[in-house]
């Protein structure tokens, strides 16, 4: 089951070039195992991400590809927001908040 995870972001500033994480409080993270009431709706309104590892680096989340079941391919930016549940779960897997890379140019 994919993770809640709420976005935390300055308000009235926004630098992801209208990123995901600017239009929605919260996101849905598909690879992560946590609470999450609410997939089809979510996948519908296109508010669902993925949790990208990286060799070397803190992983980040990314928006999914078009097929919604993986990362997308395309170059991605941090925008300036970042991702962060109380799950217990969460906490299991990122280990703290994430920064968000919805930025597309």
Same mark, same amino acid.
């Given at each position: 089951?994919?993770? +809640? $995870?709420? $976005?935390?972001?300055?308000?009235?500033?926004? =630098?992801?070039?209208?990123?995901?994480? *600017?239009?929605?409080?919260?996101?849905?993270?598909?690879? $992560?195992?946590? #609470? =999450?009431?609410?997939?089809? /709706?979510?996948? /519908?309104?296109?508010? $669902?991400? #993925?949790?990208?590892?990286?060799?070397?680096?803190?992983?980040?989340?990314?928006? *999914?590809?078009?097929?919604?079941?993986?990362?997308? +391919?395309? #170059?991605?930016?941090?925008?300036?927001?970042?991702?962060?549940?109380?799950?217990?779960?969460? /906490?299991?897997? /990122?280990?703290?908040?994430?920064?968000?890379?919805?930025?597309?140019?």
């Amino acid at each position: 089951m994919p993770a +809640t $995870v709420d $976005v935390y972001r300055t308000p009235g500033y926004d =630098c992801t070039n209208n990123g995901i994480s *600017c239009r929605f409080d919260s996101i849905i993270v598909l690879n $992560v195992d946590a #609470w =999450c009431p609410d997939l089809e /709706a979510a996948k /519908a309104e296109g508010r $669902v991400m #993925w949790l990208k590892e990286r060799e070397d680096l803190p992983p980040v989340l990314v928006p *999914c590809n078009e097929a919604i079941d993986g990362p997308t +391919t395309r #170059w991605t930016m941090f925008g300036g927001n970042f991702a962060y549940s109380a799950d217990s779960r969460w /906490a299991e897997t /990122a280990g703290g908040p994430i920064a968000i890379h919805d930025r597309i140019e």
